[in-house]
């Protein structure tokens, strides 16, 4: 926006409001709310170096700035979700729901409904529980509960086939099904059984299951044993469904548990729905991040956002506060359409007072929403934390995975750079502890996929054999170590004998691309290492990741891909997958050497002569007390190296003495 466009400061009241940003064609791009909406605006009325690269992204875009003024937060937030739901602005984060689990559904907007898998909480009158991570887990609760509510389960066409036929299918026949096609059953006796499944499922279990238990005791005592039998097994397959749904909070407990993970780019949310203490659905939503925002204020717009829907379903019921599980005509799933008296977050929302009140409005009650510190609650909110996180996880994976995707990825990094698309590529990271058991790694990509087989890593020894100063001095040393070995490995003959053939050399293969975690230095030292080791056709580039910028040797600015890149993504990929691979070799490092053992100093003692002796012995202290002739006793060991070893560790102990 030009500063000429910016509204006069004084024009600008002070108060509470939402304001929209338009671009040249008069599209809503953004949408905002304020306390104080001069406060507000003013702040993006400076020079673009002091914002925020996609705030100031946002404000080069725009072409003007309007607002509406509200009686309260409460007003401005309600009519912010509103606006961004109408207008859906480019720059605002957009939570998508993720419709790739399955739900457990029970179609009651039908005449004869029916319980089986659906993928969409969309439709109207159907009653949906879950979502579950895979269909078998649906199928074997479906399996379950057609043994004591014997709902139909075909689709509309078979059952009308069947109706027109006037013959039930296999399922009516052995019991599974009560059979209305052929009026085995009436129809409100049918949509009563279909209820009972919904209550059974949206957790009014306990009189149910006290009510077959009494009756199949009852039968027992009139030697009706049939049915008694009959009943004992339905009352073991409910008591299996409900072992599916894992207890995680006290009995009388109601909640929603939000938790989000986000790295530069994109922000990943689960909720879990506890009713009566138990996992009753879970959902989660995946965004890109356009805006400038924190983790509290992400969380805020996940709940104005997931709560606005609920908001809007309640109202399409009738302006009803709540959808009781009971009802026949829900318009979706109760977990989903219901507001609890207590929202337990992994991090605490931006605006939480504004929040409350809103929520509390909508449900007609008293709503909390506070962060768990301790006991039970805390453990289910680390749980929910760490779905969100393999979420984000699972969806960077996919995305990277896909050929197609790949290849997408790899010609935008070509066309972005200025070079051919990279068949081979290397990344580079250094780890450590304060300086000590440094590691480098090597990742390997080749056609945008991780070639495992490939990765290297590398103790890092420095000039002293004492490790590096500095991890670029670090970073130094690995990339001179690897691409002098590419040289000396393309520099030997290679000997053509196809009745022998050989495993491929470890490091003869050139890279067209070399990758390190950092900004301009970081790539000026790697491209230094190069230089010195005669390799000068291999292109270097960096990844900072502040701003996730692409840093070039021969450029002062960086290359700014979009956030939606798919070359970005590779190249975030790549950068995790070098990290977490340093990080491991720097892990496993240490582990060895804290549990280094004396046996380790003694020439000629290696890992197998050593794991002998302590088993033989069971300790190190018992071996120091045992003689020459003791120690022969140990298989791989002879009179001369068990001599060897009794003097070693005496004179040990008479150092240690003196």
């Known amino acids: 926006m030009r500063p000429e466009n910016f509204p006069k400061t004084s024009e600008i009241p002070a108060v509470p409001g939402v304001y929209r940003w338009r671009d040249s064609s008069g599209r809503v791009i953004y949408v905002g709310k304020a306390k104080n909406l001069r406060n507000r605006l003013t702040s993006y009325f400076v020079s673009p170096e002091r914002l925020h690269p996609r705030t100031a992204k946002m404000v080069a875009t725009a072409e003007s700035v309007s607002w509406v003024v509200v009686g309260s937060e409460v007003e401005a937030l309600t009519l912010e979700y509103t606006w961004i739901k109408e207008y859906d602005p480019k720059f605002n984060v957009m939570f998508k729901d993720d419709k790739s689990y399955p739900y457990f559904a029970v179609t009651m907007n039908q005449q004869y409904p029916r319980m089986g898998v659906l993928r969409t909480a969309h439709q109207r009158g159907v009653r949906y529980f879950g979502p579950y991570t895979a269909v078998w887990a649906i199928r074997q609760t479906l399996d379950l509960l057609e043994t004591v509510f014997p709902v139909r389960t075909c689709t509309d066409g078979v059952f009308s086939r069947a109706r027109s036929a006037g013959r039930a299918c296999l399922k009516g026949y052995i019991g599974r ?105 879970q959902r989660g939503w995946i965004s890109t991040i356009e805006e400038d925002m924190d983790e509290r204020a992400l969380m805020s717009r996940a709940l104005e956002q997931i709560y606005g829907e609920v908001a809007s379903r309640l109202k399409e019921n009738g302006g009803a506060k709540r959808i009781e599980p009971s009802s026949a005509n829900d318009v979706a799933h109760f977990d989903q359409v219901f507001i609890p008296t207590e929202i337990l977050v992994s991090v605490l929302p931006q605006g939480r007072e ?117 991890d670029t001095a670090a970073m130094n040393e690995v990339l001179r170590r690897r691409f002098e070995r590419l040289i000396a490995e393309e520099a030997e003959p290679c000997a053509i004998d196809e009745s022998e053939p050989k495993e491929p050399r470890r490091f003869s293969y050139r890279p067209d691309l070399v990758v390190v975690d950092g900004a301009l230095p970081q790539v000026h030292a ?124 005496r004179s040990k102990d008479n150092s240690g003495k003196n």
């Not at 009352?235 to 109601?254: P, S, W, Y």
């Not at 000629?604 to 069971?618: D, E, R």
């Open 177 to 281: 099904c009560s059979a209305p096609c052929i009026g085995r059953i009436s129809e409100s006796e049918h949509r009563a059984l279909a209820q009972q499944v919904c209550d059974f499922m949206s957790g009014h279990e306990a009189g149910f299951l006290k009510d077959l238990e009494s009756e199949m005791w009852a039968d027992s005592q009139a030697f009706r044993f049939e049915q008694a039998a009959k009943k004992r097994d339905q009352l073991e397959a409910l008591r299996k469904v409900l072992e599916k749904n894992a207890v995680v909070l006290n009995d009388d407990t109601d909640a929603d548990l939000f938790a989000l993970a986000a790295d530069e780019l994109q922000v990943s949310v689960q909720v879990f729905y506890v009713r009566a203490g138990r996992i009753r659905g």
């Open 526 to 649: 790697a491209r230094a290492a190069m230089d010195e080791v005669r390799v000068w056709d291999i292109p270097v580039i960096g990844l900072a990741k502040r701003l996730e910028e692409v840093w070039t040797v021969d450029s002062e600015y960086p290359v700014i891909f979009p956030r939606t890149s798919d070359a970005l993504y590779l190249l975030q990929y790549l950068r995790d997958e070098s990290h977490r691979f340093a990080i491991t070799a720097h892990r496993q490092k240490r582990a060895r050497a804290m549990t280094r053992s004396v046996l380790d100093d003694i020439p000629g003692l290696g890992p197998a002569k050593q794991k002998a002796l302590l088993k033989h012995f069971g300790s190190v202290k018992k071996l120091r007390e045992a003689s020459a002739a003791e120690i022969e006793q140990v298989p791989g060991f002879g009179a001369k190296s068990a001599t060897h070893l009794f003097k070693y560790l």
């Open 354 to 470: 504004s929040l409350e009140q809103w929520l509390s409005t909508v449900r007609g009650a008293k709503v909390t929403i506070r962060r768990p510190e301790r006991g039970l609650k805390r453990e289910a909110m680390e749980r929910v934390a760490m779905n969100a996180a393999e979420a984000l996880k699972l969806y960077k994976t996919r995305r990277a995975s896909d050929l197609t995707q790949r290849n997408l990825a790899l010609n935008e990094l070509g066309r972005l750079l200025g070079f051919d698309p990279p068949l081979r590529i290397e990344c580079y990271d250094i780890s450590h502890t304060q300086g000590t058991y440094q590691v480098g790694s090597m990742v390997v990509f080749e056609d945008g996929a991780p070639r495992k087989n490939a990765y290297r890593k590398f103790t890092v020894r420095g000039p002293e054999g004492k490790g590096a100063p500095d």
